[in-house]
């Protein structure tokens, strides 16, 4: 979930963000100010629901996509200027990313994939109660890396962000008993890993995510969900 601001901007500039440090801290407090006009301190309160199955989905896309997942970990945190202590989790894989100038869209896509699999999860089996702040810091990484894929495309970014985006909803939601069984671990263990995470992750798919046809009623559903949350961080239906 949400590492300290300074190191997610950090993090966004070197992969290439025309933005200032400024730009991005203005910009994601922007996003976060929304998110508590529209859901108010719900917006914050990070579950250990919410981080189980976020860092589930964080396994079972790169799973998808031929990586291996290392381990996954949930833990109480208390976050900065927060009054109550939250959950928050972590996942490690055994294949580093990185985008640059140099790397190709399609590897940028896989990276976005994996960058934006533990928000699409929780959009997915949060339903409701999605507290509407959470993974901020990835959403706006994902941003920048599809700026990036646009780039080196001629495409447009938002047009990629959605391509990308739906096809990993689309995964899950076909392989939803995965992400539900590790998720069910970690609601009652802080750290799932080695062989006994490797017989809960799918095989690896043999196409590429490119290449992955999806059914027209699924990705028309879930092109509904994301306008669905657009239009509660937009504050519409208040």
């Given at each position: 979930m949400s590492a300290p601001a300074q190191v997610i901007l950090n993090t966004v500039t070197t992969i290439g963000t025309t933005e200032s440090i400024a730009e991005l801290g203005a910009r994601q407090r922007d996003l976060l100010a929304r998110a508590h006009a529209a859901q108010g301190d719900k917006a914050f309160a990070f579950t250990r629901r919410a981080a189980a199955h976020h860092e589930a989905g964080?396994?079972?896309?790169?799973?998808?996509?031929?990586?291996?997942?290392?381990?996954?970990?949930?833990?109480?945190?208390?976050?900065?200027?927060?009054?109550?202590?939250?959950?928050?989790?972590?996942?490690?894989?055994?294949?580093?990313?990185?985008?640059?100038?140099?790397?190709?869209?399609?590897?940028?896509?896989?990276?976005?994939?994996?960058?934006?699999?533990?928000?699409?999860?929780?959009?997915?089996f949060e339903g409701d109660d999605l507290s509407l702040a959470s993974s901020v810091d990835e959403a706006m990484i994902a941003g920048n890396i599809a700026a990036w894929i646009g780039h080196k495309l001629g495409e447009d970014p938002q047009a990629v962000f959605r391509v990308v985006m739906l096809g990993v909803l689309a995964d899950l939601t076909i392989h939803e008993r995965y992400v539900r069984a590790i998720a069910a671990v970690l609601m009652r263990e802080r750290m799932l890993r080695?062989?006994?995470?490797?017989?809960?992750?799918?095989?690896?798919?043999?196409?590429?995510?490119?290449?992955?046809?999806?059914p027209a009623p699924l990705l028309s559903k879930l092109d509904d969900t994301m306008a669905a949350l657009a239009a509660r961080l937009n504050g519409v239906g208040k």
């Open positions: 964080h396994a079972v896309v790169p799973a998808l996509d031929g990586i291996l997942t290392k381990y996954c970990k949930v833990k109480r945190k208390r976050l900065p200027g927060a009054d109550t202590v939250s959950w928050i989790g972590f996942t490690d894989t055994d294949v580093p990313w990185s985008v640059t100038p140099d790397t190709s869209p399609e590897n940028d896509a896989r990276n976005m994939r994996r960058i934006v699999a533990g928000w699409a999860s929780e959009i997915l080695g062989p006994r995470l490797y017989r809960l992750l799918p095989p690896a798919l043999s196409a590429p995510p490119a290449e992955r046809a999806y």
